[in-house]
């Protein structure tokens, strides 16, 4: 099954049993992104990111530029362990890590949730690859990922039990927006793919294909 249709049968299974004004609540917050124009005002394809300082799974300081061991870095900012598109994102780039490596293209997954449960989400997927946390989320909001959660969304979250206080480490209501971005060792973006819809990405099998076929 690809990543596609994994999460188009999770999206129908929650829009079956969602509560309607809910489902209205996000629906106008993905709309709010793209009147804002998020995905037109992040960084792109022949910019450069900035070499930033992520903390990796066991507490320790690691710079992104240490990471640049292959051609390209495949940066793939998910939104934490607790969302379920996320996870079936993450075990399939690791499904399709060895082919990736192949075509000279290592992965690393970027979120906001503090060391602690970064860990747990590598662990509970099997992740064989680096995860970071990117404290705060500086790096998120340099690369222009990062919205900040309406007041209408902030009760839903804790009406499902989300602290994300907790889970984030600070007080800012917070997330990126599902991106997956690819750099050369030059730290030149190569490659962009924003979702301003949570519910939706981009199939890995896509992004294997063009760096095989050298279209990036």
């Not at 037109?40 to 507490?59: C, M, R, S, Y």
């Not at 990922?145 to 907790?166: C, N």
């Not at 917070?174 to 730290?187: H, Q, R, W």
Request: glycine share 4%; aromatic share 8%.
């Amino acid at each position: 099954m690809t990543l596609l249709e994994q999460t188009e049968k999770v999206r129908q299974n929650v829009m079956n049993r969602m509560p309607q004004p809910i489902i209205e609540n996000f629906k106008n917050d993905i709309q709010q992104l793209r009147d804002n124009k998020l995905k037109e005002k992040a960084l792109q394809v022949g910019n450069h990111i900035p070499n930033a300082v992520f903390t990796d799974i066991e507490g320790n300081d690691i710079q992104l530029e240490s990471l640049l061991s292959a051609d390209y870095l495949i940066l793939n900012f998910y939104r934490g362990g607790w969302c379920p598109y996320c996870n079936m994102e993450l075990r399939e780039y690791e499904r399709l890590k060895t082919e990736f490596q192949s075509y000279g293209a290592n992965i690393l997954a970027i979120s906001a949730e503090v060391p602690q449960l970064a860990a747990q989400t590598h662990e509970k997927n099997e992740i064989t690859y680096t995860l970071v946390t990117d404290k705060n989320a500086v790096f998120m909001k340099e690369v222009g990922i990062l919205f900040s959660i309406s007041e209408k969304a902030k009760k839903d979250y804790v009406g499902f039990g989300m602290d994300l206080k907790k889970i984030h480490g600070n007080e800012n209501f917070e997330l990126p927006v599902p991106a997956i971005y690819v750099i050369d060792k030059s730290l030149k973006i190569v490659f962009v793919h924003i979702e301003e819809d949570y519910m939706t990405r981009l199939e890995p099998t896509e992004l294997l294909k063009k760096l095989k076929n050298k279209q990036i």
